[in-house]
């Protein structure tokens, strides 16, 4: 029973995530990445890290996607408009990559019969449930792992004010 609410809190985490990107409305985008964000709150309590849980919900759908509405509010951003395929190149290496990283993901799953090989090792419960150890696992073991994650955010940050560039007409 706990493998099958974990399996749709996923998938609705992964609809709603994917429906953020596609998204043409701001404020719809967002709404989206709130659902998604309760989603992966859901599996990591199922994964019996209720501490991740909250700081999910607290810090991200609450704080951070306040500041993302407010902002949205702020500056009236409209509904994009469909102008046509101006950029091809984009496209075609964008689902390129999507393709390719979808290959590797397969791959990975394949060659490890579907186990997670990058984590040393299972955490407990307590390590899980305890902020301090949680924090000493994180900056000891799993230091690589936590730099990687905020060398993605930080590219997302950077894609984030690229797009958001306004373009002299």
Same mark, same amino acid.
């Given at each position: 029973?706990?493998?099958?609410?974990?399996?749709? &809190?996923? #998938?609705?985490?992964?609809?709603?995530?994917?429906?953020?990107?596609?998204?043409?409305?701001?404020?719809?985008?967002?709404?989206?990445?709130?659902?998604?964000?309760?989603?992966?709150?859901?599996? =990591?309590?199922?994964?019996?890290?209720? +501490?991740? /849980?909250?700081?999910?919900?607290?810090? =991200?759908?609450?704080?951070?996607?306040?500041?993302?509405?407010?902002?949205?509010?702020? #500056?009236?951003?409209?509904?994009?408009?469909?102008?046509?395929?101006?950029?091809?190149?984009?496209?075609?290496?964008?689902?390129?990559?999507?393709?390719?990283?979808a290959g590797l993901l397969l791959g990975m799953f394949r060659a490890t019969s579907?186990?997670?090989? +990058?984590? /040393?090792?299972?955490?407990? $419960?307590? $390590?899980?449930?305890?902020?301090? /150890?949680?924090?000493?696992?994180?900056?000891?073991? =799993?230091?690589?792992? +936590? $730099?990687?994650?905020?060398? #993605?955010?930080?590219?997302? #940050?950077?894609? &984030?004010?690229?797009?958001?560039?306004?373009?002299? /007409?």
């Open positions: 029973m706990e493998r099958l609410v974990f399996d749709v &809190a996923a #998938l609705v985490a992964i609809v709603f995530a994917g429906l953020m990107v596609i998204g043409r409305d701001p404020v719809k985008s967002v709404l989206a990445l709130v659902v998604s964000f309760f989603a992966l709150a859901a599996g =990591y309590v199922l994964l019996l890290a209720p +501490f991740i /849980a909250a700081l999910q919900v607290i810090v =991200y759908a609450g704080a951070i996607l306040v500041l993302f509405l407010f902002v949205l509010m702020l #500056l009236n951003v409209g509904r994009e408009r469909p102008d046509g395929m101006r950029r091809p190149i984009q496209m075609v290496l964008g689902s390129l990559a999507v393709l390719l990283f579907g186990k997670i090989p +990058f984590l /040393a090792r299972p955490l407990s $419960e307590g $390590e899980l449930a305890d902020p301090a /150890a949680l924090a000493r696992l994180l900056f000891s073991e =799993y230091l690589l792992h +936590f $730099e990687a994650v905020s060398v #993605l955010l930080l590219a997302a #940050l950077i894609g &984030a004010f690229v797009l958001a560039r306004r373009e002299d /007409a």
